[in-house]
């Protein structure tokens, strides 16, 4: 059974850099044709996707959010990350981690089978 | 921000049946992209519900079943249960500037 856990600094200053990693358990992050991913949920609102990353380092990103996004991949710890820079109080939100799976006959780019179980980031100073 | 309409919320008794759509365009469901939903109850991360438009996971209970047509998508729970009041929402991929993955407003499920 795949699990996933966020973890990172639970407070940021305004315009400094969110940090957070998400670690991947009960299976090989290479293995399989697998997206890993990112997504955001405000406090009472809904879900935003940031970015996904495939194990080669290929990454595609939210356009709203891509000027400051940078996700990257660690095979040998398992581990996949987020980087958002210039944070406001907008970027206030629960993140997830979520990988992503696309089965053989699907149109469009899959769907999320496994989330971790999120982490509250707040902007403030 | 949203590309996909939900409406706010919906609410049945025990038992009942009712449905949530989802409303959607010519660059995501209604180019012919999959449709997936998801429950997620109060302070818990999101659950697959339905993938692939009317496909359930292991474990998921009949009751739940999903269907598309055109730009449009439907979730539909039978014998409503308390254990179902939660928020849903559909997601879907997108190809024009609103991103890969797009998520519908989200829906409130009340079980009255």
């Known amino acids: 059974q795949v699990q996933l856990q966020e973890s990172g600094p639970g407070l940021v200053k305004p315009s400094q850099t969110l940090s957070l990693t998400c670690t991947v358990s009960g299976g090989s992050i290479s293995s399989g044709s697998y997206y890993w991913s990112w997504i955001r949920q405000p406090a009472g609102k809904g879900l935003e996707w940031i970015g996904r990353i495939y194990t080669s380092g290929s990454t595609n990103y939210n356009p709203s959010l891509k000027s400051r996004v940078t996700i990257s991949v660690d095979t040998s710890k398992n581990q996949f990350s987020l980087k958002l820079s210039s944070v406001t109080a907008a970027d206030t939100a629960v993140y997830y981690c979520a990988r992503v799976f696309s089965r053989v006959g699907a149109t469009g780019g899959g769907h999320f089978d496994y989330w971790g179980q999120g982490t509250l980031v707040t902007v403030s100073s | 921000q949203s590309v996909l309409t939900q409406p706010p919320s919906v609410s049945g008794a025990p038992g009942q049946r009712v449905t949530i759509s989802c409303t959607g365009s010519s660059s995501n469901i209604g180019a012919g992209y999959d449709v997936h939903w998801y429950q997620q109850l109060p302070g818990t991360a999101p659950k697959l519900l339905i993938y692939?438009?009317?496909n359930r996971p292991s474990g998921v209970p009949d009751r739940f079943s999903g269907s598309k047509s055109g730009t449009s998508a439907s979730l539909a729970i039978t014998g409503l249960q308390a254990e179902d009041e939660a928020d849903y929402y559909c997601q879907s991929y997108d190809s024009s500037l609103s991103g890969l993955y797009v998520f519908g407003t989200g829906t409130k499920v009340t079980v009255l």
């Open positions: 692939g438009n009317s």
